[in-house]
């Protein structure tokens, strides 16, 4: 029995700039927060990573012997303008040749303008907390927007600003690795404002795109259904899933979450007036992150302080995942992606849904020539089963994108967790299709399971 998808269902992989591409000094590159935050640290870099920068046709190649027809990959804005200002030509010509080559193997490109690796000089003026890079995002995307929107049409303008935002700025285990609560929601916002001040670029340079953001939902269940834990999953559901989803539709922040944070006394000066009205312009499509649900339980004094590292997040803690766990211990229950993907057809309207990246990080070895990842295999059957689900329920369901093409740069994980469709050995750089990688272009070829 096929589970067959909808005619014209746009499957592809994604990919993301600093984790794939090395090479962070070629050609003009400035240094990103990445760069710093992990010399600083001491942490593994992105440098090689998978030497994609280089290796570029390769890796096309790999799309498409697998059949892959639509490939999403982030630009690096460091790259592009090392100083997130002054552009430099060789950075742009390498997005150029990119899509050209995608385009000769007749595979749509997907471009993400920005996917976490801010320039490091615009760190140095204040980063995301500083308003003012709104409007250097905006002049960055038409910048982009001028080389390449005569090939491209798909436009994502932020990927998982949530990520950006409260990892980087609220609890710093990510670049720059700033650890200020009441920083991390300005930098939310400022994120925010930087999407709609792009998308209005994008829109006012012609021609015909899709223009999308991308954010990253976590469902919250509960072991009780009473008071107390509904207001737990509200709080953690807020937070995390509303904070950016509501704004971007047109209806601000929700008032219970602008009272959950007042005490950090941030957000809500940070909100000048226009701001909502740029922010909510309109989305031809929204990007779906899914990997997990959360598990939230109260606490009896709703001014404590969470045990969960977002900001401002008081009066309920997260509970340990259960069952069966990836590698990166995140818990696998594809039943919340169905779950997930009705609520958000009906909170946003009916808006068009994406899946921008959806995978499962795995150990794996190259046995033999062969890379025998049943777990992998069994992940994105269940979690495609479960977008299945979803669309014949109702859900407008238009794309799956397999996370990830390559393993890669894992950021404050280094190379220790693999993703990837294809098997990347980091010292020899050799790519080896993973079982995972012909099972999807099974899937693929056939449009359905």
Not at 118 to 123: K, R
Not at 198 to 225: C, H, K, W
Not at 284 to 299: E, F, H, I, K, M
Not at 324 to 341: A, I, K, Y
């Amino acid at each position: 029995m096929t589970l067959g998808f909808p005619d014209g269902f746009r499957w592809g992989t994604a990919t993301a700039a600093y984790q794939i591409e090395g090479s962070t000094t070629a050609d003009g590159r400035g240094p990103s927060i990445w760069d710093t935050f992990t010399a600083r640290t001491g942490l593994a870099t992105g440098d090689p990573a998978c030497d994609h920068y280089r290796r570029y046709r390769e890796d096309i190649g790999l799309l498409s012997e697998l059949g892959i027809p639509y490939y999403r990959f982030s630009v690096a804005w460091s790259r592009i303008m090392p100083d997130g200002r002054t552009v430099e030509p060789r950075g742009l010509a390498f997005y150029d040749r990119l899509v050209d080559a995608l385009l000769e193997n007749g595979i749509t490109p997907m471009v993400t303008l920005y996917h976490w690796d801010l320039p490091e000089a615009l760190q140095a003026e204040g980063g995301w907390p500083n308003r003012e890079l709104a409007d250097l995002f905006a002049d960055y995307a038409l910048t982009v927007h001028k080389v390449l929107g005569d090939r491209v049409q798909q436009w994502t303008t932020i990927n998982e600003p949530f990520c950006a935002a409260f990892i980087g700025y609220g609890n710093g285990d990510h670049a720059p690795g700033i650890q200020d609560e009441g920083a991390a929601l300005v930098a939310g916002h400022n994120l925010l404002l930087a999407h709609g001040k792009a998308a209005q670029a994008l829109r006012s340079d012609g021609g015909e795109q899709e223009v999308s953001i991308v954010l990253n939902f976590a469902p919250v269940l509960t072991d009780v259904d009473d008071a107390a834990h509904r207001e737990a999953a509200r709080r953690f559901d807020f937070l995390h899933n509303r904070f950016f989803l509501d704004p971007l539709l047109g209806r601000g922040y929700p008032p219970e979450l602008l009272a959950d944070l007042a005490h950090l006394g941030t957000l809500e000066p940070a909100i000048a007036d226009g701001d909502l009205e740029i922010i909510a312009q309109p989305l031809d499509v929204l990007g779906v992150n899914y990997y997990a649900p959360a598990r939230a339980v109260p606490l009896e004094d709703p001014e404590t302080d969470s045990n969960c590292p977002l900001p401002g997040l008081r009066g309920m803690d997260v509970q340990p995942p259960r069952g069966e766990l990836t590698s990166l211990g995140w818990e696998q229950r594809p039943e919340c992606f169905t779950d997930l993907l009705l609520w958000l057809q009906g909170h946003c309207g009916g808006l068009p849904l994406v899946i921008a990246e959806n995978g499962a990080a795995f150990e794996d070895e190259v046995v033999e020539g062969r890379v025998h990842d049943e777990k992998r295999v069994r992940y994105f059957a269940d979690h495609l089963a479960a977008v299945h689900a979803a669309i014949e329920r109702g859900a407008d369901v238009r794309g799956y994108m397999a996370w990830s093409l390559l393993d890669n740069f894992e950021w404050a994980m280094g190379y220790t967790q693999r993703f990837g469709l294809v098997h990347v050995d980091f010292e020899t750089q050799e790519r080896v299709l993973k079982d995972s990688a012909l099972f999807y272009a099974d899937v693929v070829a056939r449009n359905g399971l």
